[in-house]
């Protein structure tokens, strides 16, 4: 099949069905996804510019599918592999993949690793000790009791197998594809190993999860409120012309306010938990009002933990800004 007859507008993309609320309390989340996949499937690549495509991912690129990246040049790569497992099939049946990159390790953007298992699969450096490996993953990204949880949820619900990477990457390396080459950017905050691509002829910067939802997310241990809002500010002064989310798509229009508005969601957090506080709140109970993530509708306990890292961070950001002040364990407006 050729690259013309895959390309599709934007716009014409199908939208899958989203995943709600029902579908997650009536634990019915794997049945969902598999519908999601097998409606991507039939999707479309959109061309971001000369040899570089979106797969789009399940979801409409919501978590937990994000798109992916399809480079066609001299050498065919594939950065991510979200998108959805029969997606990433039938891309590995009509090209010849040389080799597959990962922006970081959140199981969104490895899940289908595996499917390439027999091509290298080059990874940050930052993440290389414990990527390809689910049991490494669940002691980076949750504490020893939500391990197990987190793993039945990553192995039932995401598909994602182990996959061991064959080489790593870093900030002094640039990826030459032929005539497509992409700078890594080192952006840590979200993750301790997340890295956005520039290719610099035409300014598109690909984003990857600093993806200009409404959505900033930093809930891991390693995870840094302040290291978060510098790659965010470095992100913009970048002033690409074209900005590949992995959760947004292709977005031209509005980019630097865009940027303003992702980067403002940290301000809107603080203020937002300010308020909560009134005469003083533990964190557990600033967790039951949920100020970050809303509602708890999936998986309650590891969103309640993420919800705990991220309030914490932003206590952490208020005390040392002289806004909040520590008393036992409750927090108190300044």
């Excluded at 798109?67 to 997606?87: Q, R």
């Excluded at 061991?164 to 993750?191: C, M, W």
Aim: charged share 25%; with cysteine; proline share 4%.
């Amino acid at each position: 099949m050729s690259i013309s007859h895959l390309l599709l507008s934007a716009s014409q993309i199908p939208h899958p069905f989203l995943v709600t609320a029902d579908f997650l309390k009536n634990q019915n989340l794997k049945k969902h996804v598999s519908k999601c996949m097998d409606i991507m499937v039939q999707a479309s690549l959109q061309q971001v510019a000369e040899h570089m495509f979106l797969i789009p991912g399940g979801n409409n690129g919501r978590f937990p599918f994000s798109h992916s990246i399809l480079v066609v040049d001299e050498e065919t790569v594939l950065i991510d592999t979200g998108c959805g497992i029969e997606t990433l099939q039938q891309i590995k049946r009509e090209y010849d993949i040389d080799y597959v990159i990962n922006s970081h390790t959140h199981i969104d953007h490895i899940a289908g690793n595996w499917v390439f298992k027999d091509k290298p699969l080059i990874v940050p450096e930052e993440g290389f000790a414990s990527r390809g490996s689910l049991v490494k993953l669940s002691q980076r990204f949750v504490n020893e009791e939500l391990a197990p949880l987190w793993r039945k949820f990553a192995r039932e619900v995401l598909q994602v197998r182990d996959c061991e990477p064959s080489d790593s990457y870093n900030a002094q390396r640039t990826f030459s594809f032929g005539e497509v080459s992409l700078k890594p950017i080192y952006t840590p905050g979200h993750t301790i190993d997340h890295y956005c691509f520039l290719e610099e002829n035409e300014r598109i910067l690909f984003s990857f999860d600093y993806d200009l939802t409404s959505f900033p997310w930093y809930g891991h241990r390693e995870s840094n409120l302040p290291d978060f809002r510098s790659s965010v500010e470095r992100l913009k002064t970048l002033s690409p012309k074209i900005v590949v989310s992995s959760h947004k798509g292709i977005i031209t229009e509005d980019i630097g306010a865009r940027f303003d508005a992702f980067y403002n969601k940290l301000d809107e957090r603080n203020e937002r938990i300010l308020t909560l506080l009134g005469g003083g709140k533990t964190i557990e109970q600033l967790v039951d009002l949920a100020p970050i993530y809303g509602k708890f509708p999936y998986v309650e306990s590891l969103l309640r933990y993420w919800e705990a890292s991220m309030i914490s961070k932003h206590l952490k950001e208020l005390e040392k800004n002289g806004r909040v002040q520590r008393s036992g364990e409750r927090y108190v407006q300044i």
